[in-house]
T-cell receptor, first 115, second 114 residues
Framework: DVKVTQSSRYLVKRTGEKVFLECVQD?????MFWYRQDPGLGLRLIYF???????EKGDIPEGYSVSREKKERFSLILESASTNQTSMYLC??????????????FGPGTRLTVL | AQTVTQSQPEMSVQEAETVTLSCTYD???????LFWYKQPPSRQMILVIR??????QNATENRFSVNFQKAAKSFSLKISDSQLGDTAMYFC???????????FGKGTRLHILP
């Protein structure tokens, strides 16, 4: 079974703190994604990585950055957390669509609260 | 740009009933995939069913089936003999062929009542 894990289920941080959310997948997927999920807004793509050290902005990248130094790990960074970044953050991974038509697999999510 | 619309924010049905969740999408693409994902309360999001646009036959997975109307750009999910474990948020999603990104609808929260 594909396994996507996220470093924390719940996280509470203060405004202005630097926050790291980690995601690890064990299926050798090329693609990794970070979404945020808010009530009534569905899932919105923050950043996408299609290879090590490669990244692409999603729909809402402002206030976030990412890092992918190893194929299995994709980090989301909030440089200076703000209260409007309180949300559920979901990580996902998939094979490159040129190689496979498989779907995305999701981690359990990190519920981040910024006070 | 592609969009996915789920017109039912929330639904409730009795256990053992059949329920249909609606989804419409907008695209100018001819080759694409459609998905239904399920997110149970406090649990991981999982794929329920997928449909390839070039296939006319509607996908089925046990109690879950879709009604795919390509011309109408409609992709509804039917859950037969609903069970308490079907209580979840359901997301309809779209992916262009040879694209890696999925576009999600805003979700339908489904409650199965005992």
């Amino acid at each position: 079974d594909v396994k996507v894990t996220q470093s924390s289920r719940y996280l509470v941080k203060r405004t202005g703190e630097k926050v790291f959310l980690e995601c690890v997948q064990d299926m050798d997927h090329e693609n990794m994604f970070w979404y945020r999920q808010d009530p009534g807004l569905g899932l919105r793509l923050i950043y996408f990585s299609y290879d090590v050290k490669m990244k692409e902005k999603g729909d809402i990248p402002e206030g976030y950055s990412v890092s992918r130094e190893k194929k299995e790990r994709f980090s989301l960074i909030l440089e200076s957390a703000s209260t409007n970044q309180t949300s559920m953050y979901l990580c996902a991974s998939s094979f490159n669509s040129e190689l496979s038509t498989d779907t995305q697999y999701f981690g359990p999510g990190t519920r981040l609260t910024v006070l | 740009a592609q969009t996915v619309t789920q017109s039912q924010p929330e639904m409730s049905v009795q256990e053992a009933e059949t329920v249909t969740l609606s989804c419409t999408y907008d695209t100018s693409e001819s080759n694409y995939y459609l998905f239904w994902y399920k997110q149970p309360p406090s649990r991981q999001m999982i794929l329920v069913i997928r449909q390839e646009a070039y296939k006319q036959q509607n996908a089925t997975e046990n109690r879950f089936s879709v009604n795919f109307q390509k011309a109408a750009k409609s992709f509804s999910l039917k859950i037969s003999d609903s069970q308490l474990g079907d209580t979840a948020m359901y997301f309809c999603a779209f992916m262009k062929r040879r694209d890696d990104k999925i576009i999600f609808g805003k979700g339908t929260r489904l409650h199965i009542l005992p």
